[in-house]
Structure formats: C-alpha cells, structure tokens
C-alpha cells in the first residue's frame, strides 16, 4: 500500500525549516542545545531540506532499483546488476571518484523448499530456509518434533531431541534479544542429536509470512537444515503438540553453498573544497536476502543516503571536507563489505572524520544514533536541532551499524545511524514482502534531508566533529 501524499502537502515543511524556527521549542533531547555557531547552517540546512523534500527523487529512484533489479543477495546476477546500475546513477548525478573496490563474497544459493505436517494430519507448513542452511536428503527428512521456547529448555530436553525436528518456538519481543534463536538454534539443537531445526520467524505475529536471515553453524556439531516458519505454523504446531499429538513434520531442502566469488563496495564523492582528505561516510548496503526486493533492507539506507551527495551537488554545495557515500556488500550474509573497507582504507581511517549507516528502514523519521565522545554528541544533538521540521530532532545514545562497525572499531572514530520509527520494519524484514510500496515517499524524503543536512554541517564544521571548540566558536 502506498501512502503517498500529494507533493504540494511538503510545502509547509518546507517553510518550517529555514528561517522560521525562532520561538519554536526544541525537544527534550535538543535542550540547551542551540550554541551561537549552529546560526550559520540555519540557513544551507534549509535549502537542503527544501531539495530533498520538493520531489519524491529517492522513492522514484529506489523503486526503479527494487523494480527492474529486484533482491539482491550476494553472489547473485541482481546483486552485479546493481552495483553496474549503482555506478552509472552516481556519475549521472555528477559525483566524483565513482568507482568499485573489489570484495570475495560467499555464496549460498536457495533450491525447492518445502515442509508439511504428515502426522496426526496432511498439512503444509509455509517456510524459508535460513541463509547458510545445508540441504536434506534429496527426498527430504521425516521427523517428529520437540518444541523448546528458550535455550534452557531446549538443554533440558536434551533427551528427546535426538533424531527429532526442534522447533523453536520464541515469541518476538525485540530483534536483539531474538535473533540469537535464529543463529544458534542450529548448532545448539544439532549438540543434542537433532536432525533439523524449524526457528519461529524472528518477527512480530502476522500475515503467514515467513523471514529468513542468517545461521550460523559452530564447529562442535554437525550442520543440519535449518528453516524458519511462520508465527501461525508454529502456533498451530503448538496446538497439536499440547493436545497431546505425537506430531510428525516432513521437511525438504535443496539448498546449498558454492565457493565465494567476486563482488564489490560501490563508492562516490563529493571532494572537500578545503580538507579534500578528511571524509565524512555516509552508507547503506546493497545486497539483500534472496526473496521480496530489499527495499527496506537495505536499497531505502542506499538511497537516502547517497541522497546526501545527489542534493549538495545540484545545489552547488561543495563541503569543506569530502563527503563519500559507500554502498556496501554482502552485509546481510558475512559482513565482507565493510571488512574490505577497513582492510583497504587502513591508511586513511585516522582522517575519517565521521560513518554513518542507515539500515534500519526509512519510516516515520526520528535522528539519529551517535556514539563517540559527549563533545560530540553535543554538535550532533545541535546539528539535529536544524531538523524540527522534518521531525528528527532525536539523537539516541548510540549509534553505528553492522557495516561500518569494522572501521569504526579500528579508527575510534565517531559512529551514527539514521533512526527511524522501526514499529512496521520487522514485519517486512526478510521476507517477500520487503518491497517498496511499504516505504513513504515523504517518510523517505525527509529521511534523506536528516542525513543530507548532518552530513552537510559535519563536513562543513570548522574543527573534527568530536574534537573540542577551543577559540574556533
Ligand atoms: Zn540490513
């Protein structure tokens, strides 16, 4: 469903954002915070936000990626096709130094699926395996299950896991505290003789939709297929197991892995008219699970972000540092794309002024995440402040992301992500129905304004951000 309003609806915000904040309360968060040097950006800030929000550029460009390349895992023909396409945009929109950096990505490849309930009933289970997942027999495995709902009771039932299916079955509260189950149930369930394991998709209850993601597989026991259902099946598994059912589930797999193969970081500037060798990173991934369009995992983060460059340039904006958008590969199945960033900018971490990420879907927008030192999060929180009009004024305690975390780990330097309200992002999250309908195209404008305007002023800023004022304010 597309909730798109008419352009002429952004009008107002606009106007909210130049001049007129005077009078205005800042929240909470931004208290105490609008030092005298913030004046200056008052004003570039505004032309920022009026750009990104006077058409719907992102939306249109993100949905012409998710239409004619679709889902993009890595190793796969989308996910070349999307870095060529990638490439060619950023040189359309005049950015600077576009080029790749090669990276060797894994490769998994999903083959027929399927899983059905053949005891005490005939019915299907609807499924995905879990990326890494080995295959079954070619003619499948057939298995009573055991159900656990944590890990202590899975260890508990030990005995009765031998040669049976485990179910995992976890209620979502948050992504943090459940993905665990995901990537470890495996291992752990495999420990204890089990022949495969079905995970409850880590998710919010809904629509009979499945989401896959990562396992992965520890050397203390043997890999065996893993597969998440979905919330309905799993309850309905737990029915029949608590009426007492000896229940009988057949699964079928023919996943599989191949060697890695090459892929690529894609990377555009915008060169510092002063420090060209101080950069300022903004990024997403590009690659994707294999099922829906990865549009809010992540190609939305790709573009709002790159956005930040696409906007300076055609408002003639030149920074006095560079700005670089990296799009990163292979985040959601090994993290080898922002490893190759750190590995090949080694030498030039120590002048990284700032990365940012954006990979948590570009909904309702709230700020930012930072975490570094509080001289920092003070600019960040003023530098938020210019965006009251768009709504994300927030800066959260912390921030980073699992791509630019290699390089930030080794050149300490400050970290942020793009925040946004995450209440509808795990419903669509690794599945088919990530695609771009579900993403606001003035959510998403005014997403691409926060990171265009904190980009903007972290670049323009006279000293490092996170280094202290001294005289220069
Ligand atoms: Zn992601």
């Not at 309930?117 to 003619?139: K, N, R």
């Not at 022949?195 to 409850?200: D, F, K, L, P």
């Not at 809904?206 to 893993?226: E, F, L, M, W």
């Amino acid at each position: 469903m597309v909730r798109g309003r008419p352009i002429a609806l952004m009008l107002p915000l606009i106007l909210l954002c130049g001049a007129t904040l005077a009078g205005q309360q800042p929240r909470s968060t931004t208290a105490q915070t609008n030092p005298r040097w913030l004046e200056a950006y008052r004003e570039p800030a505004g032309r920022l936000i009026g750009e990104a929000l006077s058409d719907t550029f992102a939306w249109r460009r993100l949905a012409t990626l998710t239409d004619t390349v679709g889902n993009r895992l890595s190793g796969s023909p989308q996910l070349d096709r999307a870095i060529q396409w990638a490439v060619d945009e950023m040189k359309r929109d005049g950015l600077e130094n576009v080029h790749t950096e090669p990276v060797m990505v894994p490769k998994w490849v999903r083959g027929a699926e399927s899983a059905e309930i053949v005891e005490p009933t005939h019915q299907p289970i609807v499924m995905l395996g879990l990326g890494g997942s080995v295959a079954t027999a070619p003619d499948g495995l057939q298995a009573e299950i055991v159900i656990a709902h944590d890990f202590e009771e899975l260890d508990a039932r030990a005995a009765q896991a031998k040669g049976r299916i485990v179910l995992l079955n976890v209620r979502f509260t948050t992504y943090e505290e459940t993905v665990r189950f995901r990537m470890g149930g495996a291992s752990r369930a495999a420990r204890y003789g089990a022949v495969a394991v079905m995970v409850r998709s880590i998710a919010p209850d809904g629509q009979r939709t499945p989401h896959t993601g990562s396992v992965q597989y520890t050397n203390d026991a043997p890999p065996i297929p893993s597969a998440a259902i979905t919330s309905e099946d799993a309850d309905r598994l737990q029915r029949l197991v608590d009426r007492g059912s000896r229940v009988v589930v057949k699964l079928k797999m023919d996943d599989h892995v191949e060697p890695d193969v090459p892929s690529a970081n894609v990377i555009g500037e915008l060169r510092g008219r002063e420090k060209p060798d101080e950069i300022v990173v903004v990024s997403g991934h590009l690659d994707s699970w294999d099922v829906g369009a990865g549009a809010s995992d992540d190609g939305a983060g790709c573009v709002v972000t790159w956005e930040a460059l696409r906007i300076m340039k055609k408002l003639n904006m030149r920074p006095r540092r560079t700005v670089r958008v990296v799009l990163w590969t292979n985040e959601e199945n090994g993290g080898r794309g922002g490893q190759a960033y750190r590995d090949q900018h080694r030498a030039e971490l120590a002048n990284h002024v700032m990365m940012l990420e954006s990979d948590i879907g570009v909904f309702r927008l709230l700020g930012f995440g930072y975490s570094g030192n509080n001289t920092g999060r003070q600019t960040v929180r003023a530098i938020a402040s210019l965006l009251v009009g768009v709504g994300g004024t927030d800066v959260f305690p912390t921030g980073g992301g699992a791509d630019i975390s290699p390089s930030v780990t080794e050149g300490r330097m400050p970290a942020l992500s793009l925040d946004s309200d995450d209440s509808k992002y795990f419903y669509y999250h690794h599945t088919a129905a990530d695609t771009v309908d579900k993403i606001d195209p003035i959510e998403m404008a005014k997403c691409a304004a926060a990171v265009t305007v904190m980009a903007w002023v972290v670049a323009e800023l006279p000293e490092r951000l996170g280094e202290d004022l001294g005289a220069t304010r």
